[in-house]
């Protein structure tokens, strides 16, 4: 009892102190100001930091911004270095069908052909620049949140590029393969040491032989501008969205480009009716209706239709004038797709070739 009573009083009396000392003005407590001046460093700090990573942060954006310019570079390279493995392989193609339907006789021969022209004896090659892909590929555990999406798509483009190397070092073995079966035939070097060719050379291009291996050839090549012709093509689309989010640095490659203008591509709607040459094995006749084919457009971009479905895609390839002259896809407006090429002349006619013989269409 005695002990109850003295706890009272003891709380009584603390009670009693705080009372008193509450009557003080709050902001002149030292604790207080210890607190306060605590707080204020701590907050100069976190603020200092934040600041530091907001630097650190559009730093880093700025530099990744840098390699989608590079990248940019790249493609403009890629397109350039397409020109001619798109060119090459459609200009082979229609070699090898004049050479297929026996389209060239003894004189054609005899009066010297070019090295292109005997298809079977150069390759190309499908270079990819990958500089500022590469550079992505080291930035990845830090990309802003506003790139995500485009990393993604460079990705995507240049994840072809093993298979694109193997088809490089697939052409290029066959062609070397050829050349050493040739070199048993002592007119191979002979004849192009004297300039002129051999009785034996010109017997040689008019046997199954010669056709099989054009055949060969134009199949190793088939696989190479496949790539070549879709890698174009992507890349365009993703040289387009990095202008769009980081805006127009300078004036586009006049390449750079599978939309031709308005007011040309309209000339070559209508209605195609097939007037020389007969659609080969892997010519899309499932486009065609009684002969006819139909070319529509939409949205800039020419279309091969049935049924009023737009239903193949055809893609101006603006090829640099400043490329070799030998290879034939110069002189008209050429458009390519999965399927082959359509050539269409100011005269109304179309030509299509379509990894087989070509075709010759006249508009209605």
Partial sequence: MLLLKFLTNRFKSIGSTFIKEDKKPVTSSPVFLAVTELFMVVLGILLALHIDRWNSTKSFEKQFESTLRIVQQNIESDIYN???????????????????????NREYYEKGISYWQQVIVYYDQFQISDDGYNLLLEMKDEVP????????????????????????????????????ELTYSHWFWLDSYYGEPSKEQIDFYFTPYYKALVQKVLNASNLLETMA?????????????????????????KNLTYVLNDSISKNYIGK????????????????????????GFKDSVLYVMKNKKYLKQLYFFNRLKTRSSNYPLKKNHVFISSQGYYEFYKNGKLRIGAAGPETIWQRQ
């Fill in 229 to 253: 012709r879709k890698h174009r093509i992507e890349a365009i689309d993703l040289y387009n969205e990095i202008n769009y989010l980081l805006g127009q640095e300078k004036e586009i490659p």
């Fill in 272 to 295: 195609y009716k097939l007037i020389e040459g007969s659609m080969g094995t892997w010519f899309p006749k499932y486009l065609v209706k009684d002969s006819v084919l139909e070319i």
């Fill in 145 to 180: 949140e506003k790139y995500a999406e485009i990393f993604l798509k460079v990705k995507d483009l240049y994840k072809t590029i093993p298979t694109i190397d193997e088809f490089n070092k697939n052409f290029k073995e066959v062609i070397w393969g050829i050349h050493n």
């Fill in 82 to 104: 397409s020109d001619n493995v798109i060119a090459h392989f459609h200009a082979r193609d229609s070699l090898r069908h004049d050479i297929m339907m026996n389209k060239f």
